[in-house]
Structure formats: structure tokens, C-alpha cells
């Protein structure tokens, strides 16, 4: 079906903010509030940017649930189109992809269709890698025996030691997870395979949590689903650790290890990645373990630290002048 024409954008914002909300999109936020302790503030952002989204299918003639990503594609180009900053642009598609994760986990629809829409990424610097000293810290922070607590020093484990992104984390499997071969299988984007070894603390970790005292322990009676009871990490009810649950379990104990808003699952990735560089490893083998597909995104993740490359400069080069370490 031919999209019908278009109402400007001024036009959509002031009609969104007046037509009822689909019951769908009611759901997703009420979600938010109550199982993801999302703030007000927060909740009220994601309902102002799907009211636009509700409004501008309407003009389309295009019902919620029958989307496809062509018709996400072309809701991206209007945004643009309209003006909107990249930053805005992905903001906006933020709370559109999570709708519709919502819908499909909950089995309202029997597809994603914005799984493997993407929109270009707001240009930003990199982050900062952790030290040695944090990441012992982190580590430090993570104290206890019970159940949660060896599933979350599993997770940071993982996470930090196999450069693995959150969503190939809570994407993991029990088939795919050889703890004693030292491999694990993960799904990474574009739903490409790839095996990453796993080192002896993570092993250990992961060891400790899938003992009967770990896993066994978040583990219902009953599965509620079959992807449940295949998943590595569960939550505290018993089902497929999410994303979101993913990341702020790392930034909680980056809260606690002092490291606030330096921590995230990516700085992990990103630290574990520049750390390999540091300790000799070649780039081509840190991008098999990222899997990356092309290169350039390799260098771009693991760019050499300035105090290495001031290391580097001064004990190499035969006219260098020892100065003060890098800011």
C-alpha cells in the first residue's frame, strides 16, 4: 500500500498529544513503571515519542502491530527529514524498538520488526577504558554466596573477560555454553555465530554459578518458557535475564565500586578489548573476538591508550625526552 501523504511535522507533535494512546503502547509504558522502575520523567519521554510514532502510522494508514521495516526505515527518514538532531532521531527509535521487544516477548506479536532496525550512532567520544585498579575494585565489590550474587560475578566475569556485548550475554544458552572446554557460542548482530574462549576466572565463575546453589536456586517449579529454561542467566523470577536487568546490575556495582557513570557493560567490552592490545595481542584476533566485521571498527574500539603509546615513544624512539605522564 502506497503511504498516504504526510502532515507536517509541527502538525503530528500537536495532533499526538490529543488522540488516545493504543492500549499496546499503554501496557509497554505501565511495564516500564512498574517492572523496570522506570522514573516518571523517563516514562513520560517514551509517551510522547510513541505518541508521534502512533500518529504519524495513522497518517500512513499503517496499523501498530502490522509494521514492517520498511515502515520503520521510513518513519527514521521522516524524523530526519523534519529536521530532528541524530541524537533526537535515535531517541526516538530507542522507544519504538523497546515497544516493540515488549510486544513480541509477551507474545502480542509473533515477530520484532525493529530487531534488526538500526539507526547511525550519535557521534561520541570513547569511552574511558578501566584501569587495573578498577577493575579490581569492581571485582571487589561483588561479595557474597547466594544465588544472585554468583550469577551477577559470573555476568562482570563474562562480560570483562570475553569482550562479549550485554545483548550476546543474556542471549547465551546451556548448549552453547562448553565451561569445561573453555568456549562459549555466542549470537552476535546480523545473527552471525562466532566461539570465544572463556579464561580461568571467568570459568571459575561461571563454574560457582551453575553449581546446584546457583542457578538452581533462581530456577521456578515451572518454566514459564521454553527460551527460560534454556537460558544461562535467569532472573530472580525465574525467567531469561533481560537486557535492561543486565545493565543495571553492572551499573549497580559500579555505583558500589566507586566507579558511578564510568561503568557500563560496554566499557567492559571496551576494556577488556584495549587491555588485550596493551598485553601484546594482534588487532585481527581482538576483532575475531569483538566480531567485528570490518576492521576499521576494531581500531576504532581499541584505540592504543595514550599512557602505552607515551611508553612506546619514549623507550622506542632514540631522540624522545622523558616528560610527564599523559593527562
Request: aromatic share 6%; net charge positive.
Amino acid at each position: 500500500m502506497a503511504p498516504h501523504p504526510l502532515l507536517p511535522p509541527v502538525d503530528l507533535a500537536i495532533t499526538a498529544e490529543a488522540e488516545p494512546t493504543p492500549l499496546e503502547v499503554e501496557e509497554f509504558l505501565t511495564w516500564l513503571r512498574a517492572e523496570r522502575g522506570r522514573s516518571d520523567n523517563t516514562v513520560a519521554a517514551y509517551r510522547r515519542d510513541l505518541r508521534l510514532y502512533v500518529r504519524w502510522l495513522r497518517a500512513q494508514g499503517i496499523e501498530l502491530k502490522a509494521v514492517d521495516e520498511s515502515g520503520l526505515s521510513a518513519y527514521i527518514g521522516f524524523l530526519r527529514d523534519g529536521g530532528r538532531a541524530p541524537a533526537s532521531v535515535a531517541r526516538a527509535l530507542v522507544a519504538v524498538r523497546s515497544l516493540y521487544r515488549f510486544l513480541a516477548e509477551e507474545g502480542l506479536m509473533s515477530v520484532d520488526p525493529a530487531a534488526d532496525v538500526e539507526v547511525s550512532r550519535v557521534p561520541k567520544g570513547l569511552p574511558k577504558p578501566l584501569s587495573s585498579a578498577d577493575i579490581d575494585a569492581l571485582f571487589g565489590a561483588i561479595r557474597g554466596d547466594d544465588a544472585p550474587t554468583r550469577r551477577d560475578r559470573a555476568m562482570v566475569e563474562v562480560l570483562y573477560g570475553t569482550a562479549i556485548r550485554i545483548s550476546e550475554l543474556v542471549g547465551l544458552n546451556l548448549a552453547e555454553t562448553d565451561v569445561g572446554g573453555g568456549w562459549l557460542k555466542v549470537m552476535g548482530k546480523g545473527s552471525k555465530e562466532r566461539q570465544v574462549p572463556i579464561g580461568r576466572r571467568a570459568e571459575e565463575a561461571l563454574v560457582a554459578y551453575l553449581a546446584p546453589a546457583g542457578r538452581d536456586a533462581l530456577a521456578p517449579e515451572r518454566w514459564a518458557r521454553r527460551t527460560d529454561a534454556d537460558a544461562v542467566f535467569l532472573n530472580q523470577r525465574g525467567r531469561r535475564l533481560s537486557r535492561q536487568g543486565a545493565w543495571q546490575i553492572v551499573r549497580g556495582y559500579g555505583d558500589r565500586a566507586g566507579l558511578g557513570d564510568r561503568l557500563s557493560p560496554h566499557v567492559l567490552r571496551h576494556s577488556c578489548a584495549t587491555h588485550m592490545l596493551d598485553g601484546g595481542a594482534d588487532i585481527r584476533s581482538v576483532q575475531e573476538l569483538l566480531g567485528h566485521a570490518s576492521l576499521s571498527t576494531t581500531q576504532i574500539y581499541t584505540l592504543v591508550s595514550s599512557e602505552r603509546l607515551r611508553q612506546v615513544y619514549d623507550s622506542a624512539h632514540p631522540r624522545a625526552n622523558r616528560r610527564s605522564p599523559p593527562p
